[in-house]
């Protein structure tokens, strides 16, 4: 059983409302991963997303969020096993806390990667830039929400993915998570999250 590859999706967030609830985009990606998983046998799903650095903290989490809706939307002999990354607060945050919480002990097989079509040559870019290049790496995008406005910065903040990723080889996951962690939003959380002395 060992020897058998496992058919891994991962959703990625994109921000709360002010009350906790998913905005529509991290909603219909949520919703395109239940589609995913009625056509594709998954092992796995990871639920990727703690809030854009910009919400205020609500109790809730992107991961949580999209677990909900994905959940609701199937039946239980559907459902995958689940796993929530809360932790990030942009794209390179999904992929590299995925890949180093969930994915770097795993046997290099399929990973489905689901998001928004805007994104998802950045989203690829990245977890191809975290793993080996024995995994089998696919998109599977969503409907692009009516109210999207992000696609003209697609090409800048692709730019800035291809310039974090330029001093760290390929699979170096350790090098990645330590490179985000000195950089914001993350040094400022990590602060924050320090107990007193």
């Given at each position: 059983m060992e020897n058998i590859t496992k058919t891994i999706a991962v959703v990625l967030g994109?921000?709360?409302?002010?009350d906790g609830t998913p905005t529509p985009v991290t909603a219909i990606r949520a919703r395109e991963a239940a589609k995913l998983a009625k056509e594709v046998q998954l092992d796995?799903?990871?639920?990727s997303g703690f809030r854009a650095?910009?919400?205020?903290?609500?109790?809730n989490t992107e991961a949580k969020a999209m677990a909900d809706i994905f959940c609701a939307e199937l039946s239980n002999t559907q459902i995958p096993d689940i796993c929530l990354e809360d932790?990030?607060?942009?794209?390179?945050?999904n992929g590299i806390f995925t890949a180093s919480l969930f994915l770097q002990t795993e046997k290099p097989g399929r990973l489905i990667v689901v998001t928004s079509p805007f994104h998802m040559e950045r989203a690829l870019y990245i977890f191809g830039r975290?793993?080996?290049?024995?995994?089998?790496?696919?998109?599977?995008?969503s409907e692009e929400w009516s109210g999207e406005t992000r696609q003209a910065g697609a090409p800048q903040a692709m730019e800035r993915a291809r310039d974090f990723f330029s001093d760290i080889a390929q699979g170096d996951i350790a090098a990645a998570l330590s490179k985000l962690s000195r950089r914001k939003p993350y040094r400022q959380e990590t602060k924050q999250e320090?107990?007193?002395?």
């Amino acid at each position: 059983m060992e020897n058998i590859t496992k058919t891994i999706a991962v959703v990625l967030g994109s921000g709360l409302l002010a009350d906790g609830t998913p905005t529509p985009v991290t909603a219909i990606r949520a919703r395109e991963a239940a589609k995913l998983a009625k056509e594709v046998q998954l092992d796995k799903l990871i639920c990727s997303g703690f809030r854009a650095p910009d919400d205020r903290l609500t109790g809730n989490t992107e991961a949580k969020a999209m677990a909900d809706i994905f959940c609701a939307e199937l039946s239980n002999t559907q459902i995958p096993d689940i796993c929530l990354e809360d932790k990030s607060m942009d794209t390179l945050g999904n992929g590299i806390f995925t890949a180093s919480l969930f994915l770097q002990t795993e046997k290099p097989g399929r990973l489905i990667v689901v998001t928004s079509p805007f994104h998802m040559e950045r989203a690829l870019y990245i977890f191809g830039r975290l793993l080996s290049s024995e995994w089998k790496i696919e998109g599977h995008a969503s409907e692009e929400w009516s109210g999207e406005t992000r696609q003209a910065g697609a090409p800048q903040a692709m730019e800035r993915a291809r310039d974090f990723f330029s001093d760290i080889a390929q699979g170096d996951i350790a090098a990645a998570l330590s490179k985000l962690s000195r950089r914001k939003p993350y040094r400022q959380e990590t602060k924050q999250e320090q107990p007193a002395a």
